[in-house]
């Protein structure tokens, strides 16, 4: 793959700077003439080189998925140096397969792909690749590193950890503490990584016990009727953990219907919904732990990094990161007005 090869430096982050390089920026003898470790070119928000950047997403029929596309395009506004050519979006696998064609043919600088499935979309990924146009892949990863230049997304496992962590802090000094979950789409890795990071955050905390679990699918519809047959299989608990914050009006229309207000419940990715319940403080709802959607912002900031041959400010390397996950952090009354602007209808 000859056109590979020839933009190795680009597309696999070949190392620009050895360690020999940073130890001489550390001694006192340094030379005037000669840059320090930290004069190396990063992206700021000065105009530069013109870049343009393809972004494909799965349909927006969720309001996390319309989120991502709000942000890539808002971001992109921000830049003079930047046109941004975006798809419709589709779940159907072939459409966006063609979306991204026709973008690589289109001769895009830069690629931003949050494919509908990451498996299925490997080998397109790989084709642009080979075609010399580095690839951003957003949050659902290709099969293999070959397919993208840099992944960057969310944490599955670290929103369960986090919102475990969280609820065993509040129930930490009641003894034979209950908790049930209400999960997403069971077939979907993302919910199993959930679910994994909330239990094993549990494991800290003896005195606590799951009681019961269920999965939704990601909708209010949804999200309302198992968070009934969860009321009314568990008539005493003491916290809900729930995935995801869409599922939560559902779920919370439910819990209002029951009339409980006996547990405490934390929510997931970051909704205004949610947000506006949690500063309004009147309800059971008193946490989210965020999954953000302005992951695809940054998608932008990186893909237009890579077009102009450029590093990171406030990091060493001349390159962008291979990867980048985001932290889940949790959103409470204590921090809920940093947060608020960023939640997603």
Same mark, same amino acid.
């Given at each position: 793959?000859?056109?590979?090869?020839?933009?190795?430096?680009?597309?696999?982050?070949?190392?620009?700077?050895?360690?020999?390089?940073?130890?001489?920026?550390?001694?006192?003898?340094?030379?005037?003439?000669?840059?320090?470790?930290?004069?190396?070119?990063?992206?700021?928000?000065?105009?530069?080189?013109?870049?343009?950047?393809?972004?494909?997403?799965?349909?927006?029929?969720?309001?996390?998925?319309?989120?991502?596309?709000?942000?890539?395009?808002?971001?992109?506004?921000?830049?003079?140096?930047?046109?941004?050519?975006?798809?419709?979006?589709?779940?159907?696998?072939?459409?966006?397969?063609?979306?991204?064609?026709?973008?690589?043919?289109?001769?895009?600088?830069?690629?931003?792909?949050?494919?509908?499935?990451?498996?299925?979309?490997?080998?397109?990924?790989?084709?642009?690749?080979?075609?010399?146009?580095?690839?951003?892949?957003?949050?659902?990863?290709?099969?293999?590193?070959?397919?993208?230049?840099?992944?960057? +997304?969310? &944490?599955?496992?670290? !929103?369960?950890?986090? @919102? %475990?962590?969280?609820?065993?802090?509040?129930?930490?000094? #009641?003894? *034979?503490?209950?908790?049930?979950?209400?999960?997403?789409?069971?077939?979907?890795?993302?919910?199993?990584?959930?679910?994994?990071?909330?239990?094993?955050?549990?494991?800290?905390?003896?005195?606590?016990?799951?009681?019961?679990?269920?999965?939704?699918?990601?909708?209010?519809?949804?999200?309302?009727?198992?968070?009934?047959?969860?009321?009314?299989?568990?008539?005493?608990?003491?916290?809900?953990?729930?995935?995801?914050?869409?599922?939560?009006?559902?779920?919370?229309?439910?819990?209002?219907?029951? +009339?409980? &207000?006996?547990?405490? !419940?934390?929510?997931? @990715? %970051?909704?205004?919904?949610?947000?506006?319940?949690?500063? #309004?403080? *009147?309800?059971?709802?008193?946490?989210?732990?965020?999954?953000?959607?302005?992951?695809?912002?940054?998608?932008?900031?990186?893909?237009?990094?890579?077009?102009?041959?450029?590093?990171?400010?406030?990091?060493?390397?001349?390159?962008?990161?291979?990867?980048?996950?985001?932290?889940?952090?949790?959103?409470?009354?204590?921090?809920?007005?940093?947060?608020?602007?960023?939640?997603?209808?």
């Amino acid at each position: 793959m000859p056109e590979l090869t020839s933009r190795r430096g680009l597309l696999f982050g070949t190392a620009a700077v050895g360690a020999g390089a940073l130890l001489v920026g550390c001694t006192s003898n340094e030379s005037k003439d000669e840059p320090a470790a930290n004069d190396q070119p990063a992206a700021d928000d000065k105009p530069g080189k013109q870049v343009t950047i393809g972004f494909a997403g799965p349909q927006a029929d969720h309001g996390w998925l319309n989120a991502i596309n709000d942000n890539a395009k808002s971001r992109a506004k921000k830049y003079s140096d930047v046109t941004l050519e975006i798809t419709e979006g589709s779940n159907d696998t072939a459409a966006q397969i063609g979306q991204i064609e026709t973008l690589i043919n289109k001769k895009v600088d830069v690629l931003v792909v949050l494919p509908a499935d990451g498996k299925a979309l490997t080998q397109v990924g790989l084709q642009a690749m080979r075609a010399g146009i580095p690839v951003v892949n957003l949050d659902r990863i290709f099969n293999t590193p070959q397919a993208y230049r840099c992944w960057i +997304g969310g &944490d599955n496992y670290g !929103m369960g950890l986090n @919102a %475990g962590h969280y609820i065993g802090e509040k129930l930490k000094g #009641k003894s *034979d503490a209950r908790v049930i979950e209400l999960a997403g789409l069971d077939n979907l890795e993302l919910t199993q990584q959930r679910t994994k990071g909330f239990d094993d955050a549990l494991k800290n905390y003896p005195n606590i016990k799951k009681v019961a679990r269920q999965a939704a699918e990601f909708t209010v519809e949804s999200g309302q009727a198992k968070m009934a047959q969860l009321l009314q299989a568990q008539s005493k608990f003491d916290a809900l953990w729930n995935h995801d914050d869409d599922q939560g009006v559902g779920a919370l229309r439910a819990i209002e219907q029951a +009339g409980r &207000d006996d547990f405490l !419940m934390v929510g997931g @990715a %970051g909704a205004l919904s949610a947000f506006q319940a949690i500063k #309004k403080d *009147d309800g059971v709802l008193k946490a989210t732990v965020l999954y953000p959607p302005t992951m695809a912002a940054s998608a932008i900031d990186l893909a237009r990094a890579l077009g102009q041959s450029k590093g990171i400010g406030g990091l060493a390397e001349f390159e962008i990161p291979a990867s980048l996950t985001l932290y889940s952090a949790v959103v409470d009354k204590t921090n809920i007005d940093q947060y608020m602007s960023t939640g997603f209808k």
